[in-house]
T-cell receptor, first 115, second 111 residues
Framework: DTGVSQNPRHKITKRGQNVTFRCDPI?????LYWYRQTLGQGPEFLTY????????KSRLLSDRFSAERPKGSFSTLEIQRTEQGDSAMYLC?????????????FGPGTRLTVT | SQKIEQNSEALNIQEGKTATLTCNYTNYSPAYLQWYRQDPGRGPVFLLL?????KEKRKERLKVTFDTTLKQSLFHITASQPADSATYLC??????????FGKGTKLSVKP
């Protein structure tokens, strides 16, 4: 399967714990995005990378959140000192930047539940 | 700020009918709009992209229109089937290439 993969698919953690999610994009895609989605809402942008450089961060991304994309391949999203409000589906997407290509390819998401 | 609105949270139709979903935008003029399908527990799947200079785009039973005067895009599924039941998301590209999504419309096609 050459699509976007995310691990784990589900994560249950206690409030105050740290969690880390991984995203493996489509191999030739140079852009990688993280989104968060809560029930009944569309995905909300968190941050994105072009190759290994993190180029934009949303105001939604508090200082408890950090993302990396070493070597421009896979990416990790870490949440420190989790809060119940962090419970959501975390989606990763990748795309190939070009004048014509604008669509993004999403992974299956990581469902986080903070108890 | 840029805003995408999908006013219908849910749409119920009978199999074989045409489903029409609406997406409105305010405070800006997008260069393009995209439509995605999302099934429960899964990530969105890209369906169609329409640019501001295109009035209409088709793909099999899907059709998207873009009316810059009304600031609206319509998404049609003709000859709908129960397998078309899903949430459909409208999205516009943000300043950095990120997508700004509407809340989605949940379509239910009854046999």
């Amino acid at each position: 399967d050459t699509g976007v993969s995310q691990n784990p698919r589900h994560k249950i953690t206690k409030r105050g714990q740290n969690v880390t999610f991984r995203c493996d994009p489509i191999s030739e895609h140079n852009r990688l995005y993280w989104y968060r989605q809560t029930l009944g809402q569309g995905p909300e942008f968190l941050t994105y990378f072009q190759n290994e450089a993190q180029l934009e961060k949303s105001r939604l991304l508090s200082d408890r959140f950090s993302a990396e994309r070493p070597k421009g391949s896979f990416s990790t999203l870490e949440i420190q000192r989790t809060e119940q409000g962090d419970s959501a589906m975390y989606l990763c997407a990748s795309s190939l930047v070009s004048a014509q290509a604008r669509e993004q390819y999403f992974g299956p998401g990581t469902r986080l539940t903070v108890t | 700020s840029q805003k995408i609105e999908q006013n219908s949270e849910a749409l119920n139709i009978q199999e074989g009918k045409t489903a029409t979903l609406t997406c409105n935008y305010t405070n800006y003029s997008p260069a393009y709009l995209q439509w995605y399908r999302q099934d429960p527990g899964r990530g969105p799947v890209f369906l169609l992209l329409i640019r501001e200079n295109e009035k209409e785009k088709r793909k099999e039973r899907l059709k998207v229109t873009f009316d810059t005067t009304l600031k609206q895009s319509l998404f049609h599924i003709t000859a709908s089937q129960p397998a078309d039941s899903a949430t459909y998301l409208c999205a516009n590209g943000g300043s950095q290439g990120n997508l700004i999504f509407g809340k989605g419309t949940k379509l239910s096609v009854k046999p």
